[in-house]
């Protein structure tokens, strides 16, 4: 008989939706994490009185129901909206494209007049596709917005963000941005979205309530070769090739690095996110992470702000694994490692670091209520 029924390795979104499922269902649980912290990605440091998103900027939006009710039973989330702006060489324009930016680019009133913009904008571009596919990013977003908000809002940008020209980049990456006839801030097409009411870690510790945890504790440190001996299941959110020491080769990750101040101003720029689409500033965006979670008066009841530069940086040994490289060798080598996963006995791989595939927040919790026999 183990003292556990599961050794959960990671206590972010993954790890700690599975703990609080398996708790409930009366199993017992050790979930531990290599970092000091609990909550993985979504951990918030507080500085100033602000929660300050440690590891990137975390938006929580879903259409699905369940998912939504799910972490509102936990903590109850706030009205924040995505809504960010674009800063090019100091003028402003709103974000996703949509009729405020069609306006502040060329003055277009009615979704009619947006409309002819922009088909002049594209004839060019459409005309040298010669009936083809838009083959790359460039192609793509010349032939969706034409040419104006393609050299002010998306070039450079893509550029900074990927370390790459437009040309050598996948078309579908620009897909996922709408484009609005419609004066419509809101950055996600997503039926509910916002933050959690006194910041993630509360959700986190939410989740965990009741369940046995360790931080500071590198899996392959300390129970790699003796979890058996505590657990009967062992839930890996850690990386895949790690897992697997490695044995077939490395995978990549995409990594960003970020620059924080705190600024001794209450409102430094009026907005949560603000991109900056030029190559004039070496960032590709600020954030400033109080309007995630304080709105009108309460704002200026805090009298400093902490705002995050973003970098888009290459990444190295030891820097914080981010975002999986979707190329053909690391796609294919991720693959070879999910079949060893699958055959691996007593260990469920979950997580975006298991699985090697960008997940948001919301599929991630998803995947754990879907979940059986836990
Ligand atoms: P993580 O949160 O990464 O948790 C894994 C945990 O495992 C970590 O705490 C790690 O320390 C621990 N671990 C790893 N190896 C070991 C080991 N050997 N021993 C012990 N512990 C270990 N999603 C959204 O929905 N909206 C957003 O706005 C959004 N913004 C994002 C911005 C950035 C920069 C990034 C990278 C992601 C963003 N996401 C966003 C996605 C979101 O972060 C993920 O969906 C979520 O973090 C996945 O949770 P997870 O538990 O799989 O992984
Ligand atoms: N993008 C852009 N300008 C912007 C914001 C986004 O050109 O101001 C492009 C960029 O290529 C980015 C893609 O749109 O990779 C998708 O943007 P999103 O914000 O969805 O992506 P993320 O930053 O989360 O990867």
């Known amino acids: 008989m183990n003292k556990y029924d599961?050794?959960?390795?990671?206590?972010?979104?993954?790890?700690?939706?599975?703990?609080?499922?398996?708790?409930?269902?009366?199993?017992?649980?050790?979930?531990?994490?290599?970092?000091?912290?609990?909550?993985?990605?979504?951990?918030?440091?507080?500085v100033e009185g602000i929660n300050v998103h440690k590891y990137g900027a975390h938006i929580f939006h879903t259409s699905n129901k369940r998912v939504w009710d799910f972490v509102n039973s936990i903590v109850e989330f706030n009205r924040y909206t995505n809504s960010p702006l674009a800063n090019y060489k100091g003028q402003l324009y709103n974000l996703p494209f949509n009729m405020n930016t069609f306006y502040q680019m060329w003055g277009v009133v009615t979704p009619e007049q947006a409309q002819t913009k922009i088909d002049e904008q594209k004839v060019e571009a459409i005309a040298a596709l010669n009936g083809r596919e838009p083959a790359n990013l460039e192609e793509q977003a010349l032939t969706l917005v034409g040419k104006d908000i393609f050299r002010k809002l998306i070039k450079e940008y893509t550029e900074k963000q990927w370390g790459r020209d437009c040309k050598e980049l996948p078309a579908f990456i620009i897909k996922r941005l709408p484009v609005r006839m419609v004066y419509d801030n809101n950055y996600f097409n997503d039926k509910y979205q916002g933050i959690p009411i006194g910041?993630?870690?509360?959700?986190?510790?939410?989740?965990?309530?009741?369940?046995?945890?360790?931080?500071?504790?590198?899996?392959?440190?300390?129970?790699?070769?003796?979890?058996?001996?505590?657990?009967?299941?062992?839930?890996?959110?850690?990386?895949?090739?790690?897992?697997?020491?490695?044995?077939?080769?490395?995978?990549?990750?995409?990594?960003?690095?970020?620059?924080?101040?705190?600024?001794?101003?209450?409102?430094?720029?009026?907005?949560?996110?603000?991109?900056?689409?030029?190559?004039?500033?070496?960032?590709?965006?600020?954030?400033?992470?109080?309007?995630?979670?304080?709105?009108?008066?309460?704002?200026?009841?805090?009298?400093?702000?902490?705002?995050?530069?973003?970098?888009?940086?290459?990444?190295?040994?030891?820097?914080?694994?981010?975002?999986?490289?979707?190329?053909?060798?690391?796609?294919?080598?991720?693959?070879?490692?999910?079949?060893?996963?699958?055959?691996?006995?007593?260990?469920?791989?979950?997580?975006?670091?298991?699985?090697?595939?960008?997940?948001?927040?919301?599929?991630?919790?998803?995947?754990?209520?879907?979940?059986?026999?836990?």
């Open 199 to 374: 910041g993630y870690n509360k959700l986190i510790e939410g989740l965990l309530a009741g369940v046995e945890r360790k931080t500071s504790v590198d899996f392959f440190a300390e129970y790699r070769n003796n979890w058996k001996k505590i657990a009967d299941k062992l839930v890996y959110t850690g990386a895949i090739d790690e897992y697997f020491d490695y044995r077939l080769g490395k995978l990549d990750w995409r990594t960003v690095s970020f620059k924080t101040y705190v600024e001794n101003v209450p409102n430094f720029q009026g907005n949560a996110v603000v991109n900056y689409t030029s190559h004039d500033q070496p960032y590709t965006r600020i954030i400033e992470h109080k309007h995630f979670e304080m709105f009108g008066q309460s704002v200026y009841d805090c009298p400093k702000t902490v705002i995050s530069e973003e970098y888009s940086t290459e990444y190295k040994n030891g820097m914080e694994p981010y975002y999986p490289v979707n190329d053909d060798r690391n796609n294919s080598l991720a693959e070879e490692y999910r079949k060893l996963a699958a055959v691996e006995k007593d260990v469920l791989f979950g997580g975006r670091l298991a699985q090697y595939r960008y997940f948001d927040m919301a599929p991630i919790i998803e995947q754990v209520l879907n979940l059986r026999n836990i």
């Open 6 to 46: 599961y050794l959960i390795v990671g206590s972010g979104l993954f790890g700690a939706s599975f703990a609080y499922r398996a708790t409930k269902a009366g199993k017992k649980c050790f979930v531990i994490d290599k970092r000091p912290q609990l909550g993985g990605n979504v951990y918030c440091e507080n």
